[in-house]
Nanobody
Framework: QGQLVESGGGLVQAGGSLRLSCATS????????TGWFRQAPGKEREKLAC????????YYADSVKGRFTMSKDIAKNMVYLDMNSLKTEDTSVYYC??????????????WGQGTEVIVSS
């Protein structure tokens, strides 16, 4: 079973940028879809971005399209989420996860412990 560890969260002013990183192990990024989602306390999980394998097609939620960019480095077993033009409503705990398949469909199979992002006004 794979493991994922997120990092890079923190406090940032509205309009600022952050890069989240996710170190993966136990599975091959070349064969499994991976993605990012967020969940704030008391709120539903929101899927944000996903990269399918092996074609590398990337999908984004409308709420982050044009502001967030997801990428992966297969050689380093790393997944990234570059977040720009951050808004206060982006405040949440961010998770990276992987699916059981190569496609960005269904629910996440495994995810990390999360990293908190706080966007101040």
């Amino acid at each position: 079973q794979g493991q994922l560890v997120e990092s890079g969260g923190g406090l940032v002013q509205a309009g600022g940028s952050l890069r989240l990183s996710c170190a993966t192990s136990g599975f091959n990024l070349a064969y499994y879809a991976t993605g990012w989602f967020r969940q704030a306390p008391g709120k539903e999980r929101e899927k944000l971005a996903c990269i399918s394998a092996p074609d590398g097609a990337t999908y984004y939620a409308d709420s982050v399209k044009g502001r967030f960019t997801m990428s992966k480095d297969i050689a380093k077993n790393m997944v990234y989420l570059d977040m720009n033009s951050l808004k206060t409503e982006d405040t949440s705990v961010y998770y990276c996860g992987t699916f059981q398949t190569s496609r960005c469909s269904g629910e996440y199979d495994v995810w990390g412990q999360g990293t908190e992002v706080i966007v101040s006004s």
